[in-house]
Nanobody, 120 residues
């Protein structure tokens, strides 16, 4: 079993910054792609950023140049640095990872989500 636990959400004023972290734990043999998604009330969950094991990144157009994703393969963690936050960034942010546990194939896992609220 794999758990993804996010931390770092909260309330910030527009123009401010926040950092999110996600730690994966369990019987992990290998972690492939990791990423962050978000879901605002009444909307579908959307991609924010992803990062491959080798460090290749992909960002949603709405966050490019403001957000930075990074990972630490040794610690099974992924981080999201969010700068110049806007009210429209308000959402629940979810960590996501492709994980292979010992004795099994890859599966996709989600964290429980952390709330980010940006006030105007």
């Amino acid at each position: 079993q794999v758990q993804l636990v996010e931390s770092g959400g909260g309330l910030v004023q527009a123009g401010g910054s926040l950092s999110l972290s996600c730690a994966a734990s369990g019987s992990i043999a290998f972690i492939g792609n990791m990423g962050w998604y978000r879901q605002a009330p009444g909307t579908q969950r959307e991609l924010v950023a992803t990062i491959s094991r080798g460090g290749s990144t992909n960002y949603a157009d709405t966050v490019k140049a403001r957000f930075t994703i990074a990972r630490d393969n040794a610690k099974n963690t992924v981080h999201l640095r969010m700068n110049t936050l806007k009210p429209e960034d308000t959402a629940v942010y979810y960590c996501n990872a492709d994980v292979r546990v010992y004795g099994s194939d890859f599966d996709n896992y989600w964290g429980q989500g952390t709330q980010v609220t940006v006030s105007s």
